[in-house]
């Protein structure tokens, strides 16, 4: 099945997208058919890099599936990205054509980077108001194992790389993990969290779509306007990231999420003090996963007979996950070492990056940087991403371990730990904390609550007060980001 096939799965009258309005899955057919002629007219190709930049929409919707109709390749935009930033993919990626829904002032910055290819904009907000019916049929050419979108990655270290993603690895993830969360045609599943990521895109739209079942859109998250929206609309699916359900639990009451029966976090690692409040306030425990857009980019979720606290649950059926060593040995239940994925979901590559894309896969298997464990049940906990990890005086310290415990510490909303230079240890633990209003933020008591529970070498050294933590629009806490102040901060001083 190719991704555009997804749409013809749900029965026609069925309603497929909520919003403002509704749209059925035969008007969604139509909708998709109307945009695959205008690109087509516009001079879209079967294998052209085609930029989308837009908020969710159902035009979002309606963009990516006429364009992988095409047989044209997705290249999805953070509509937060700045001009400098958009170009830089534009250039990468050698696009000709950008659909947006509003025109973006990029050309100074092409000039910038010496992109001579010409960008055509087109401008959801105005070819979408009156398009014709139209007779131009999906490419009937298109193979499986074509790619059907580059996902470029948040460039933790680096410049951002475009993971080259097939037909196959997306529907295969959709298929695969609907065969772990239970998704039916009667499921109304909200979508807020951002399109062009994976975890939204494959979980909260194409997993949708092969059921048969309907989505509530959101162009964003507003704790205030989901909460109502899960009311009003009675979505029985969400997919979140942690910082959203920290926030249910400070801000909403039980009836407001009545109607839905699972809630599923990803994205980045669930503290194990939200998931306990959540489970107190609502009577429903958060369904743990992981992935990565590499991997399409669902690898494993818990089990909804069987979750287990702080794990990210088993590899999805049809997947094989090793946690190795650093001379590549598979490790016993218990080590830690990092957790490498192979199977059907697993990217192409990176885009023009062959050394990249050769110290990313290694005989078929995807190497995560992700350290984690495996229990004798199968089920995987991540320890820390293999760049965050700490070492002093040659003991790995992993910042989850230290934000655990803060996260649990009265009136601490969020933390971070990364490490800092050491002149004596090589490395030390810093902690970022954000303090709950009204809750004063107390260092000495901080620190004699840590020492009883961490061995001495894993203390941070530095304990530092913070209004906000640096987020992707995904809800990952951005460490790069605090690294770079940090550094920032000790050549000024």
Request: glycine letters at 8%.
């Amino acid at each position: 099945m190719l991704v555009h096939e997804l749409i013809t799965q749900g029965i026609g009258d069925n309603t497929v997208l909520r919003g403002n309005q509704t749209v059925t899955y035969a008007q969604l057919q139509d909708e998709v058919a109307k945009y695959r002629g205008y690109f087509q007219n516009s001079g879209i190709r079967f294998g052209d890099n085609v930029g989308l930049f837009s908020r969710n929409s159902f035009e979002y919707v309606y963009s990516y599936m006429a364009l992988a109709s095409l047989g044209a390749v997705v290249v999805p935009l953070n509509f937060q990205l700045t001009p400098h930033e958009v170009a830089y993919i534009i250039k990468d990626a050698q696009i000709k054509h950008l659909v947006t829904m509003e025109e973006l002032a990029i050309e100074a910055e092409l000039q910038a980077y010496e992109y001579q290819q010409e960008v055509t904009q087109l401008i959801i907000a105005e070819f979408s108001k009156d398009l014709p019916q139209s007779s131009v049929s999906a490419r009937a050419d298109i193979d499986e194992n074509q790619p059907c979108v580059i996902i470029y990655t948040s460039g933790t270290t680096g410049n951002p790389k475009g993971a080259v993603l097939s037909h196959k690895n997306l529907v295969s993830d959709a298929i695969i993990f609907g065969k772990v969360i239970p998704v039916n045609s009667q499921d109304n599943v909200l979508c807020v969290l951002p399109m062009y990521h994976a975890f939204a895109w494959t979980c909260a739209v194409l997993n949708p779509l092969l059921k048969g079942a309907s989505i509530t859109v959101l162009d964003g998250f507003s704790p205030k306007e989901t909460i109502s929206t899960i009311k009003e609309q009675a979505v029985t699916v969400m997919y979140g990231v942690p910082p959203m359900y920290n926030l249910f639990v400070r801000m909403g009451a039980p009836e407001d999420l009545a109607s839905v029966r699972m809630f599923i976090s990803g994205g980045a690692s669930l503290p194990e003090s939200v998931s306990e409040q959540f489970q107190q306030k609502y009577g429903v425990n958060i369904i743990e996963g992981y992935g990565l857009s590499e991997a399409s980019p669902v690898v494993a979720v818990n089990p909804v007979t069987k979750t287990k606290s702080c794990s990210i649950g088993k590899a999805l059926p049809g997947l094989e996950v090793k946690v190795i060593g650093l001379s590549g040995e598979q490790l016993p239940p218990g080590t830690v070492g990092e957790l490498v994925v192979k199977g059907p979901t697993v990217m192409r590559g990176y885009y023009n990056l062959p050394l990249d894309t050769a110290r990313a896969l290694k005989d078929g298997w995807l190497y995560t940087g992700d350290l984690a464990y495996r229990d004798t049940e199968g089920y995987l906990f991540i320890v820390d991403r293999l760049k965050d990890m700490i070492i002093t005086n040659g003991e790995n310290i992993y910042p989850r371990e230290i934000e655990e415990l803060l996260y649990a510490f009265p009136g601490v909303a969020e933390a971070a730990v990364i490490g800092v230079p050491d002149t004596l240890r090589g490395q030390a633990a810093r902690a970022y904390i954000v303090m709950v209003e009204g809750h004063v933020f107390d260092k000495k008591a901080i620190r004699e609550y840590l020492q009883v529970k961490l061995a001495s070498y894993k203390m941070p050294r530095d304990y530092i007060k913070v209004d906000a933590l640096p987020k992707s629009q995904t809800g990952k806490i951005l460490k790069r980001v605090l690294r770079e102040q940090s550094d920032a901060d000790s050549r000024v001083g």
